[in-house]
C-alpha cells in the first residue's frame, strides 16, 4: 500500500519558470512533510519540510504549499534552475509517535533546460 | 555527506553469494537505517535501529539481515543474493533529539546480482 502518492513522474522546465511537483497523502496521522533532493550519484539531502499547522512554508526559492482537507502538499520551485535539475522526493511520518519512520513517494525527477 | 560513508561504493556479485554492506558515521546519532532505491519506485526501508540494541524490520526486509555493531555502524547482509536484489542502496542516520528527525543519507552502495 502505497501511502504517499507523488506526481508527475518527470518534469522538465525551462530556466526561469516554475517547477511544480504535488504528492497526496493517506495516512491522517502524519504530522511532518519534508521534501529531499538527489542529485546524480549521491543520496538524497533534506531541502525543506512543514508541518500541517501552517499552510505554507518558504526558504529562498522552494516554497512548501499544504492542504490538510485535502491531504496535499507541493513543492514549487520559483526561478527554476538548471542546478535545479535532480530527483525530488515528497515524504511523510508520524513524529508524534516517536517512530520518526519517512514514507516517501516514489520521486519526480527534474530536468531544467536552458 | 562525508559524515555518513557506505562500503563498497559499486559491488558485482553471482547469485547465491553473500555480500555485506557497510555503513559508518561520524554524527554521533543513536538512528541508522538501510533504504533500497528502485528506479521508480523510490525509497524503500529495509531495516532501521535507534540503537545498538533496537533492530527492526522495514517495509521490505525478506532476504535481508542486519547488524548494529556499535553506534557509528551499522552492516546490511543478504545472505544469498538473488538478482532482483539489484538495486542502490542506501545507509542514514537520524537524531531525534530536535525538533524534527532529519535523516542524513550516505552516497550509496550500487548493487548487481548476476
Known amino acids: 500500500q502505497q501511502q504517499v502518492k507523488q506526481s508527475p513522474q518527470s518534469l522538465i522546465v525551462q530556466k526561469g519558470g516554475i517547477s511544480i511537483i504535488n504528492c497526496a497523502y493517506e495516512n491522517t496521522a502524519f504530522d511532518y512533510f519534508p521534501w529531499y533532493q538527489q542529485f546524480p550519484g549521491k543520496g538524497p539531502a533534506l531541502l525543506i519540510a512543514?508541518?500541517?499547522?501552517?499552510s505554507e512554508k518558504k526558504e529562498g526559492r522552494f516554497t512548501i504549499s499544504f492542504n490538510k482537507s485535502a491531504k496535499q502538499f507541493s513543492l514549487h520551485i520559483m526561478d527554476s534552475q538548471p542546478g535545479d535539475s535532480a530527483t525530488y522526493f515528497c515524504a511523510a511520518s508520524i513524529q508524534g509517535a516517536g517512530s520518526y519512520q519517512l514514507t516517501f513517494g516514489k520521486g519526480t525527477k527534474l530536468s531544467v533546460i536552458p | 555527506d562525508a559524515d555518513v560513508t557506505q562500503t563498497p561504493r559499486n559491488r558485482i556479485t553471482k547469485t547465491g553469494k553473500r555480500i555485506m554492506l557497510e555503513c559508518s558515521q561520524t554524527k554521533g546519532h543513536d538512528r541508522m537505517y538501510w533504504y533500497r532505491q528502485d528506479p521508480g519506485l523510490g525509497l524503500q526501508l529495509i531495516y532501521y535501529s535507534f540503537d545498538v540494541k533496537d533492530i527492526n524490520k522495514g517495509e521490505i526486509s525478506d532476504g535481508y539481515s542486519v547488524s548494529r555493531q556499535a553506534q557509528a555502524k551499522f552492516s546490511l547482509s543478504l545472505e544469498s543474493a538473488i538478482p532482483n536484489q539489484t538495486a542502490l542502496y542506501f545507509c542514514?542516520?537520524?537524531?531525534?533529539?530536535?525538533?524534527?528527525?532529519?535523516?542524513?543519507f550516505g552516497p550509496g552502495t550500487r548493487l548487481t546480482v548476476l
Open positions: 542514514a542516520t537520524s537524531d531525534p533529539s530536535g525538533s524534527t528527525d532529519t535523516q542524513y
Open positions: 512543514i508541518r500541517p499547522d501552517v
